[in-house]
């Protein structure tokens, strides 16, 4: 079982940066890849980044790459998200989820736990 709490969102003006975190409970946390993914009011949850086991292997989609930056520290059983260059279309929820499995996936449906979601605002 792994539990994971999303913090770190908030209201933030273009151009600007915010860093979210997700901080996991459970034993095996930390042999579970982990993703993050966003909802904007009215559309599909989408995939934002992903990161393995060790955090050497990531994943971005096109939208946020060379802007977002995903990361973990192990030690502390906590992923991280460093946003910046934030844009208006970025506003969603943003949620991490993670998979017991050693591959990464750009699916939702590829993942069975999630948090209960931060909220990110970036006005223009």
């Known amino acids: 079982q792994v539990q994971l709490v999303e913090s770190g969102g908030g209201l933030v003006q273009a151009g600007g940066s915010l860093r979210l975190s997700c901080a996991g409970s459970g034993r095996t946390f930390n042999r579970h890849v982990v993703g993050w993914f966003r909802q904007a009011p009215g559309k599909e949850r989408e995939f934002v980044a992903t990161i393995s086991w060790g955090g050497v292997t990531t994943n971005y989609a096109d939208s946020v790459r060379g802007r977002f930056t995903i990361s973990r520290d192990n030690a502390k059983s906590t992923v991280y998200l460093q946003m910046n260059t934030l844009k208006p279309e970025d506003t969603a929820v943003y949620y991490c989820?993670?998979?017991?499995?050693?591959?990464?996936?750009?699916?939702?449906?590829?993942?069975?736990?999630w948090g209960q979601g931060t909220q990110v605002t970036v006005s223009s």
């Open positions: 989820a993670a998979r017991s499995s050693a591959e990464l996936a750009l699916e939702k449906d590829d993942y069975f736990y």
